[in-house]
C-alpha cells in the first residue's frame, strides 16, 4: 500500500500530539513541517525525522505531500487552507474552522475550485468513548435525547486565568481561554448536533472578547427535536467538585488544569451528560469512561482502548480512506462552518 505523506503547518503543542497519535497508523509518514519560527520548525523536524520549512509555499511544492493538517492558531487557518488548495493538497484542518463564516466560505470554495478534500478536525467524534455513547444513542438504549450539557468551571483563581493570546485570537473578536467557548465549546457544538441529528432552531450565550474583560461563557442550543444543549465555562474560580467524584485516566487531553497525563488520577476530569427519556450517559471523554444508568441502576459501558490521543489517528485515517475510496470526508468543512455559525451568532456583529 502506498505510504501517505503528511504536512504539517503549525509545530506547537497541538502538533505535538498529533505526531505521538500518527505513530499507531501503518502507512503514514509525517514527512514535513512548516512553522514561521525557523529554529521551532528544525526542532520539531528533527525530533520526528521530518523535514522543516520556515517557507509555507516552499514546502507544499516540494515536499511531495498528500495531506496537510493545518495546526496553526485559528487566526492562520484561512491563509493556510487556501494555500495548500492552491497547491493541489488535501486538508485536515483543526477546530474552529475559522473566525468568521466568510473566512469559512473562501475556504470551502477554494478546495472546491481545487479539487481538493477539505476535512474538518472534529476529533471528539472519533473519541472511544464518544463512539460507543453515540452507538448506544442510535441502538435507542437512552430513548429519544431531551437534554446534553457539559461544564467546564475551575482553576486556581481570577488572577491566574490565562487567556489564548493575539496569536490565537485577534483583539475585539472572539476570544478567550482554551477552554472557553470558542476554542473548545466550539467540539460540544458540533457534536451535540451529531448526537442529537436534529437542526438548531435557537442559540443564546455569551462569548468572550478577546482583549476585553473576561467573564463566564455559555451557549444554550434549542433543537427542532426540542433536545437542549447546554455548555457552560470559566477557568477563572475554583473547582467544586469534591474529591471523590474523580477518576482515573484512560487517556490524556485538556481539562481547567492543562494537560491531564493517562493513567493518572483526575480530580475533575471533563464529562459530557447525555440525558434522555429511558436513560442517561455520563462520558469522560478523555478519560475514556462510560456510564449508563437507567431503571436497572448503574453500570460501567466498556470502552474500546486506548484512549486520547487515538482520536487523531482515527481521524486521519477515516480522512485517508475516504480520499482512496473518491468519497467526501468523514467530517466535512461544511459542518465546521455550521459549528461556526452557531458558536458566532452570540458574538453579534462580530459574527
Not at 29 to 54: I, K, N, V, W
Not at 134 to 143: F, M, P, Y
Not at 170 to 192: K, N, Q, R, T, Y
Not at 298 to 319: D, H, N, T, W, Y
Request: aromatic share 6%; hydrophobic share 40%; glycine share 12%.
Amino acid at each position: 500500500m502506498k505510504t501517505t505523506r503528511i504536512g504539517f503547518i503549525g509545530t506547537g503543542a497541538v502538533a505535538q500530539v498529533h505526531a505521538e497519535a500518527y505513530r499507531a497508523l501503518a502507512g503514514v509518514e509525517l514527512a514535513a513541517c512548516y512553522d514561521l519560527d525557523p529554529a521551532r520548525a528544525d526542532a520539531f523536524a528533527r525530533t520526528h525525522s521530518a523535514q522543516g520549512y520556515s517557507d509555507l509555499a516552499a514546502m507544499l511544492s516540494s515536499a511531495n505531500l498528500d495531506i496537510a493538517c493545518v495546526l496553526t492558531p485559528a487566526r492562520a487557518h484561512e491563509a493556510a487552507v487556501i494555500a495548500c488548495a492552491n497547491a493541489g493538497v488535501h486538508v485536515l484542518c483543526e477546530k474552529p474552522l475559522a473566525l468568521s463564516l466568510d473566512a469559512c466560505d473562501r475556504m470551502i470554495r477554494a478546495c472546491e475550485q481545487a479539487g481538493v478534500s477539505l476535512a474538518y478536525g472534529a476529533s471528539y467524534r472519533f473519541l472511544p468513548a464518544v463512539v460507543t455513547a453515540k452507538q448506544l444513542i442510535d441502538a435507542g438504549e437512552i430513548g429519544d435525547i431531551l437534554l446534553m450539557r457539559e461544564a467546564a468551571v475551575g482553576g486556581s483563581g481570577i488572577e491566574r486565568r490565562e487567556t489564548l493570546s493575539e496569536a490565537h485570537f485577534p483583539a475585539g473578536g472572539p476570544g478567550g481561554s482554551g477552554m472557553g467557548l470558542i476554542d473548545h465549546g466550539i467540539h460540544l457544538v458540533d457534536l451535540f448536533s451529531w448526537l442529537a441529528k436534529s437542526p438548531v432552531t435557537r442559540v443564546r450565550g455569551r462569548g468572550n472578547i478577546a482583549g476585553q474583560k473576561q467573564l463566564p461563557e455559555y451557549l444554550m442550543l434549542e433543537y427542532d427535536n426540542g433536545a437542549l444543549g447546554e455548555l457552560v465555562y470559566e477557568d477563572g474560580t475554583f473547582p467544586s467538585e469534591l474529591p471523590t467524584e474523580g477518576i482515573f485516566s484512560g487517556g490524556s487531553g485538556w481539562d481547567v488544569g492543562g494537560i491531564t497525563p493517562p493513567g493518572q488520577w483526575q480530580a475533575h476530569p471533563g464529562s459530557i451528560h447525555i440525558h434522555g427519556s429511558r436513560g442517561s450517559l455520563r462520558i469522560f471523554h478523555y478519560a475514556n469512561a462510560l456510564y449508563l444508568r437507567n431503571q436497572h441502576g448503574v453500570r460501567e459501558i466498556k470502552v474500546p482502548e486506548p484512549g486520547a490521543p487515538i482520536q487523531f489517528a482515527l481521524q486521519l485515517q477515516a480522512f485517508i480512506d475516504s480520499i482512496r475510496a473518491g468519497l467526501p470526508p468523514p467530517v466535512p468543512a461544511s459542518a465546521g462552518r455550521e459549528a461556526c455559525r452557531l458558536v458566532l451568532s452570540v458574538y453579534g456583529e462580530h459574527s
